[in-house]
Structures are given as structure tokens and as C-alpha cells.
């Protein structure tokens, strides 16, 4: 009954900007840690940053200073505002959900189905 759909995805230069949204439904949006993650060809699907119910994030070492993980509970939606975007940057971005009392456990989340981001160069 979980559903996570991403868009923002697109292609950009060097430099630029965009901004990624995930729109959460069948969950009470407020129990549930919210992330981003990224997944190149042939690499493991790693976290980029993540957002609790309250309001903390967090984020890859790569990506400090560039990205801002947000939510608006009231939209049930999440935000990944990406600024000065590196070609080492593109991916594809999924959204990914789980409740605060399984989030020890990353298999018991949710995924979206992803959205690309390419940079030029």
C-alpha cells in the first residue's frame, strides 16, 4: 500500500541546480524516516542523505554543503535540493521510506522507482 513517487529528475550542467520531490501515500507521513539514495551501473545503491519525523538529516560526506534533504509533513512530501551538481552526481535518485521502529532495518522500507539525474560536463 506504500506508494513513492519521485520527480525533478532531468538533465543539467555542471554547476547547476535541481531540485528532487517525493510524494509519499498510505503511511502516516510523520512515523516514517525519509531518505534519498542514489545508484550508479554496477554499484551498490548507497544513501545520499535522510530526514526523521522531527526534522534532523543527515547526509554523505560527498554531498555536504551542496544538498538539503526537507519535508513538509502537511504535503506528505520530501525534497532533495541539489546545488552545484558534479558529474559524480548522476544517478539515479530513489526515494525511500520506512517506519521509525524498523528503521534499524533498511529491508523493511520502501522504495520509489526512481528518477534519473544526468550532469554535463
Known amino acids: 500500500q506504500v506508494q513513492l513517487v519521485e520527480s525533478g529528475g532531468g538533465l543539467v550542467q555542471a554547476g547547476g541546480s535541481l531540485r528532487l520531490s517525493c510524494a509519499a501515500s498510505?503511511?502516516?507521513?510523520?512515523?516514517?524516516?525519509m531518505g534519498w539514495y542514489r545508484q550508479a551501473p554496477g554499484k551498490q545503491r548507497e544513501l545520499v542523505a535522510r530526514?526523521?519525523?522531527?526534522?534532523?538529516?543527515s547526509y554523505d560526506d560527498s554531498v555536504k554543503g551542496r544538498f538539503t534533504i526537507s519535508r513538509d509533513n502537511a504535503k506528505n512530501t520530501i525534497y532533495l535540493q541539489m546545488n552545484s551538481l558534479k558529474p559524480e552526481d548522476a544517478d539515479v535518485y530513489y526515494c525511500?521510506?520506512?517506519?521509525?521502529?524498523?528503521?534499524?532495518?533498511?529491508?523493511?522500507?520502501?522504495w520509489g522507482q526512481g528518477t534519473q539525474v544526468t550532469v554535463s560536463s
Open positions: 525511500y521510506a520506512v517506519h521509525m521502529r524498523r528503521a534499524h532495518d533498511p529491508s523493511l522500507g520502501s
Open positions: 498510505g503511511i502516516i507521513f510523520s512515523f516514517y524516516v
Open positions: 530526514i526523521v519525523g522531527g526534522g534532523s538529516t
